[in-house]
């Protein structure tokens, strides 16, 4: 395998091959030894970067791996350091998460190997010692000698006990390793020295005591009488007598002090995040699945989930050093402030934190709690942090849910609160969401409905229809706009206030509104043909996302030529808020397109800006008045004396007026009641829909509207 491995695990396995081949006695030559770690680097390279990691067998792999290496008699503690210290960068730098935990199924692997190897050898070693008991009998003094040299010198302490709990022997390195002398041990109970609130161990000793149990392990700590505390690895074993009662127990114990160490070391790292020193997603995970399994009455749990409100910014500008120094400080803040009191802060990733609480209240006091904490940690975030020559003020928004939001579990429980985030951001950020189920369920449903859009517009489920627009002079028609519908299946429409903005907050508007458009000039090119003598154009709406779009004037000019449609045929309508805000790359593809002979509309006017000196500055050729604008506060039989319709009336003909002296032409939308009608022929206006001449109607009922006055004379 070593001649087809991948290049970087022949150059790990090479490094690591130098790295441990003087550590340890060798029975593999150099290169079998190089071929064999090349092996079983390309294996904890794909355990990191390319199997699933769900399930046991990446870890399995790594943990056979450090097995291997004890298996090879690499037994010198150098041989596990310098293994880590070549591997550790490579995998930790790939996947910190999957990196960590790979190193330290290495190193349990390692351990526990070297243990068993260890333990193999006490064990031969505690036989002897027994053995040579027995034949004391026989041969006191050669029995004595070969014992005492066994038993002294092994390097694991031994302890024999009585039946009745009474420690009758000890040797040196038991000692050693406890701090005791062999006067303070010997002839002392067993249960003197084990820690009252260890119920295990007392436990395995009363069972051994009562013949129940033969064999047992446990890995404890022991505090030492000078006050630091050891890591011990306690087998303990059982000795019968020829009637089968219990005589004695043999305790073997080894000092696993360091390699305790190094587990609690990478289990902190796979648990925490480098960055900032919080628990990480992992860990929080696990305190919120453990926290839910504990929920109950009087006990609740509570998620703030917080995210920084224009903390890219900071990294474009500043730089991302700043920026780690940024969520730094927020983290110290966070963690001391909210920190405590049964809540855990933690480092979801990015700029995102999340505070879990669990709160010994009823759902109503919890509430309130949690919007005390989730007040507190925008508190925190709020003050400015000074780092060197930087002054830097951010907020953070904070979605709020309890157990319960969104479901049962802690997955849903978090989507809710990824939910309220994103409420927290919609509705203007710096500010705090709480979880609302009616909010949630109408997300939902605009979710199903987005991801629905392609394939009904794919299906041909969307229809054009068409409503007139109409000479105000004598009510004839002189265009239509074009209004998309959604027929679903089985029934019901949608009309586009319903999915109109959805299209628009997920792109989907642009292959819509290109659809839109050239089934609006092929059906227009249609009517000319059937009728040669109406002169009609066509108004599609377009929104601002479509203006943006690079490509857009290509589209327009490309649909005009596939369908035969004149360009001065065609209107454009784009809302005031969208077209007063344009600039750049957008204006100069309104300004092509008006040279094309396009006209551009501007819809709703009246509901913005209305800013009438800044449309000197762009290619627009029609106003359409809003429909408030039309109606004002004025009801239909109101009198000429009413001076709010006097008003309303004053600024309508003012408006009138200013566009036709900037030569844009004048439509009012909503035109419902004839006195409207009889009001903007008196002002002026060039033309008028709605209802009062006829709503939007399907392609097929367009013709018959053609031929002569529309709504009532």
């Known amino acids: 395998m070593t001649s087809t491995a991948p290049a970087e695990a022949r150059e790990l396995g090479t490094a690591w091959a130098a790295a441990v081949q003087t550590s340890g006695f060798m029975p593999l030559d150099r290169r079998e030894l190089q071929s064999a770690l090349v092996d079983r680097a390309a294996a904890l390279l794909a355990a990191v970067d390319d199997a699933p990691f769900a399930g046991a067998g990446p870890k399995a792999e790594a943990h056979a791996i450090g097995r291997w290496l004890v298996d090879a008699h690499f037994t010198q503690p150098p041989a596990l350091q310098r293994t880590l210290t070549v591997l550790g960068p490579r995998l930790v730098r790939a996947d910190p998460e999957r990196g960590t935990a790979v190193l330290a199924a290495l190193a349990t692997g390692y351990a526990a190997a070297l243990q068993e190897r260890t333990r193999a050898e006490q064990e031969r070693v505690s036989a002897a010692a027994f053995a040579a008991r027995a034949a004391a009998e026989q041969a006191r003094w050669a029995s004595e000698a070969r014992f005492g040299a066994l038993f002294a010198d092994a390097a694991i302490g031994i302890a024999i006990v009585t039946g009745e709990g009474e420690i009758v022997e000890v040797n040196r390195a038991l000692c050693q390793m406890t701090g005791h002398t062999t006067d303070q041990l010997v002839s002392r109970p067993v249960s003197r020295f084990v820690p009252d609130e260890d119920d295990a161990l007392r436990a395995r000793l009363r069972e051994m005591q009562a013949g129940t149990r033969d064999h047992a392990r446990l890995e404890r700590p022991y505090r030492r009488p000078d006050g630091s505390t050891i890591w011990t690895d306690v087998v303990l074993s059982l000795v019968r007598s020829p009637d089968g009662s219990p005589r004695y127990i043999l305790a073997m114990i080894g000092d696993v002090t360091e390699r305790h160490r190094l587990e609690t070391s990478l289990r902190h790292q796979a648990q925490h995040d480098p960055l900032t020193g919080l628990p990480n997603r992992t860990l929080f995970f696990e305190r919120l699945d453990a926290a839910l399994a504990a929920d109950g009455p009087g006990r609740h749990v509570g998620v703030c989930y917080l995210d920084l409100d224009g903390f890219k910014a900071v990294n474009d500008t500043l730089g991302h050093d700043v920026g780690d120094e940024l969520l730094q400080t927020v983290a110290h803040r966070l963690a001391t402030e909210l920190g405590a009191d049964r809540r855990l802060v933690a480092r979801m990733g990015g700029d995102e934190f999340v505070v879990l609480a669990e709160i010994p209240h009823g759902r109503d006091a919890a509430a309130a709690e949690l919007d005390r904490v989730a007040q507190r940690a925008l508190d ?21 849910v309890q157990r319960g939001d969104g479901g049962a579990g802690s997955a849903e429980l978090m989507k809710a609160a990824d939910t309220t985030l994103h409420w927290a951001k919609k509705d203007g950020r710096d500010r705090v969401a709480r979880f609302d189920a009616e909010r949630h369920r109408a997300d939902v449903a605009r979710f199903e409905l987005s991801a629905r859009m392609p394939d009904a517009l794919e299906a041909g489920e969307f229809v054009v229809h068409y409503q007139p627009l109409v000479r105000l002079s004598d009510q004839r028609v002189v265009g239509v706009e074009a209004l998309v ?6 029934g019901g429409r949608l009309g586009p206030d319903v999915f109109i903005p959805v299209a628009e907050e997920t792109g989907l508007i642009v292959p819509l509104g290109r659809w839109v458009l050239a089934e609006a000039c092929r059906q227009a090119a249609r009517w000319r043909v059937e ?4 002169e009609l154009f066509v108004s599609v709406n377009l929104a601002a996302r479509q203006v ?3 490509g857009i004037v290509d589209d327009v000019a490309q649909i005009l030529d596939e369908t035969g449609w004149p360009a001065h045929g065609l209107q454009l309508e784009l809302t005031e808020s969208d077209l007063m805000g344009t600039t750049g790359e957008t204006l100069d593809a309104l300004h092509a397109l008006a040279d094309m002979g396009v006209r551009i509309a501007i819809d709703d006017f009246g509901t913005g800006y209305s800013n009438l000196a800044y449309l000197r500055s762009l290619p627009v050729h029609a106003l359409k008045l809003a429909g408030t604008f039309v ?5 239909p039989d109101a009198g000429e004396g009413d001076s709010a319709d006097e008003v309303d009336l004053e600024v309508l003909a003012l408006l009138i007026e200013l566009a036709h002296t900037l030569g844009l032409s004048v439509t009012a939308e909503v035109v419902e009641t004839g006195v409207q009608l009889e009001r903007l022929r008196k002002l002026g206006c060039d033309t008028g829909q709605g209802w009062y001449f006829a709503p939007a109607v399907a392609a097929g009922a367009v013709p018959p509207l053609l031929q002569g006055p529309v709504g009532p004379s």
């Open 380 to 400: 925190a975030v709020r003050r400015p942090i000074v780092l060197g020559p930087h002054r830097i003020a951010v907020t953070a928004s904070v979605g709020i």
């Open 531 to 534: 009728h040669p003598g109406a």
């Open 548 to 550: 943006r779009e690079p």
């Open 631 to 635: 109606n004002g506060r004025a009801k």
């Open 485 to 490: 519908r959604w027929e679903r299946p089985g």
